[in-house]
């Protein structure tokens, strides 16, 4: 079992950035591959982010490639989301996933975290 815990959401201004951080306990960390995906209300789940186990590779949606970085201290069992430019449409909840490898389908995924909802204002 691998126990996720997103933080670092919150409420912010059009323009400006966030920094999202999971943090992972259970089975060893650095043997997932990780992502971040996001659902606004009203609208399906989307993928945002995925990195490999070893964060050699990373992926992005094409909504936000340019403009979030996703990355992963293995030695801290933590992944990030740094989250710049940040427009209205990025308001969702953003969630922590962890799986066998990066993928963009959230059904690949074995492990979820509970959420941090990110606002922005325009």
């Known amino acids: 079992q691998v126990q996720l815990v997103e933080s670092g959401g919150g409420l912010v201004q059009a323009g400006g950035s966030l920094r999202l951080s999971c943090a992972a306990s259970g089975r060893t960390f650095s043997s997932y591959a990780m992502g971040w995906f996001r659902q606004a209300p009203g609208k399906e789940r989307e993928f945002v982010a995925a990195?490999?186990?070893?964060?050699?590779?990373?992926y992005y949606a094409d909504s936000v490639k340019g403009r979030f970085t996703i990355s992963r201290d293995n030695a801290k069992n933590t992944l990030y989301l740094q989250m710049n430019s940040l427009k209205p449409e990025d308001t969702a909840v953003y969630y922590c996933v962890a799986g066998p490898v990066p993928l963009a389908r959230g059904d690949g995924y074995d492990y979820w975290g509970q959420g941090t909802q990110v606002t922005v204002s325009s």
């Open positions: 990195i490999s186990w070893i964060g050699g590779s990373t």
